[in-house]
């Protein structure tokens, strides 16, 4: 399990993903200010001003720092951003060998060394531990090479090298991911080492958390209040993560003490329940928000279920691709009338006659029907009754509105 952790191809996969958000960005005709930099803002009680490099300034209703572990935005507002400095530091980098050179995964005092295999031909992605910790200057090729040699006593002819890279252990998390008009996305609120590949996952659910939070304020639907789940909700489980990448690294490190660590973890993952709720953690499917006491989905990512409808099969997650709430009604059709939220949610009837299971939990008790938030967590579960629902729609969703007719799909 931990000799897989750090050879996945993530610069591969950021740039796919980075490459669907822009597309979809484009398709939403979201104006793109490009080739200059924010150097600084001042926020008031009605928005924010950020001055711009290129001597223009704008006015916006909210100020979303996605600016990385250095933010600017986090700096100019004052937010704290304790944690564990670094204690060692890696090279990542796609290179060019001309020997064939020791596939896998190799262990020392400090950390460990990598070496797997691309497709092209003798490229390799390398992921070495330096002899000294080192920030701040750009890595070499030079590096690499002093680096392979450290580490495996040759430098396997390396002739080029497409990407280089440095990170480091470090962990740190801002204090709050909001300071009144100002939040924190991303790297820019929590920085910590690759290990275990957590930091994307991690990244994107802030964005989604507050994305459809933030849309619901702006267009006046929910009070400003809502923003403060923000941080309730995300900065736990950016703590949690944030221990977890500290664990694995000390995992990786090749002394005797480490060494007896790894292999009882070792042991105990071959069990298949400790295997699956290890699993559901790092990929973030265990994320379970404080919704009160209630069924076991409350809280939780609703799975993706296959449905049957009267228009024909639904998957749950397409459901959502509208960023809408959704009531998922799985009992008698027309059980439910949320006309006065008809405008915001949308109500529909359908069915399923699998078994509910949750990646971290196994399987639980079928429920009658749920209220799915836009980020896929759900925030109310029936139980053949709209008990609670209307005191789930009004704090999430807004308050109810004018009856204007629900629509409903199935």
């Not at 090298?161 to 709050?176: E, G, L, N, P, V």
């Not at 973890?265 to 404080?290: C, N, P, W």
Request: aromatic content about 6%; hydrophobic content about 40%; proline content about 5%.
């Amino acid at each position: 399990m931990f000799d897989r952790v750090l050879i996945a191809n993530r610069g591969e996969i950021a740039v796919r993903i980075e490459r669907t958000l822009a597309d979809w960005v484009g398709e939403l005709a979201v104006p793109i200010y490009r080739g200059c930099e924010v150097t600084g803002f001042v926020q008031d009680d009605a928005g924010v001003d950020v001055a711009l490099s290129d001597g223009r300034s704008l006015r916006a209703k909210y100020l979303v720092g996605c600016d990385g572990g250095r933010s600017l935005i986090r700096k100019k507002a004052g937010i704290d951003f304790s944690g564990w400095d670094p204690s060692t530091s890696y090279l990542i980098a796609e290179v060019e060998l001309g020997e064939e050179p020791e596939w896998g995964i190799r262990r020392g005092e400090k950390g460990m060394a990598a070496i797997g295999k691309l497709e092209e031909g003798k490229r390799a992605r390398v992921v070495l531990n330096e002899k000294q910790m080192r920030q701040g200057d750009e890595p070499t090729l030079g590096d690499v090479r002093e680096a392979l040699v450290a580490a495996y006593g040759t430098d396997y002819g390396l002739r080029s090298a497409s990407y280089i890279s440095r990170f480091t252990d470090m962990a740190r998390q801002a204090a709050s991911y909001r300071d009144g008009r100002v939040l924190l996305a991303g790297d820019a609120a929590h920085v910590h080492s690759p290990m275990g590949g957590q930091g994307l996952n991690l990244g994107v659910q802030d964005a989604v958390n507050l994305g459809w939070k933030l849309a619901q304020v702006v267009h006046g639907t929910s009070p400003e209040s809502l923003l403060s789940t923000y941080h309730a909700e995300r900065h736990p489980v950016g703590a949690r993560v944030l221990r977890n990448t500290m664990a694995l690294t000390a995992i990786e490190r090749g002394d005797d003490r480490n060494e007896a660590l790894r292999e009882m973890m070792s042991e105990l993952l071959q069990i298949d329940e400790t295997r699956k709720r290890y699993v559901a953690m790092m990929s973030g499917l265990d994320i379970h928000y404080d919704l009160g006491k209630g069924h076991p989905l409350l809280g939780r990512r609703m799975p993706d279920l296959d449905l049957v409808t009267a228009d024909g099969p639904q998957r749950v997650f397409a459901l959502l691709h509208a960023a809408r709430p959704v009531l998922l009604n799985l009992g008698e059709p027309g059980a439910f009338d949320i006309t006065p939220w008809a405008d915001r949610v949308r109500l529909i009837d359908a069915r399923y006659a699998g078994v509910w299971e949750l990646p971290a939990l196994g399987a639980v008790a079928a429920p009658t029907a749920v209220l799915i938030r836009p980020d896929g967590h759900v925030a109310w579960v029936g139980d053949g009754t709209d008990h609670g629902l209307r005191d789930a729609l009004t704090p999430w969703f807004g308050p109810p509105a004018a009856a204007q007719g629900a629509p409903r799909l199935g």
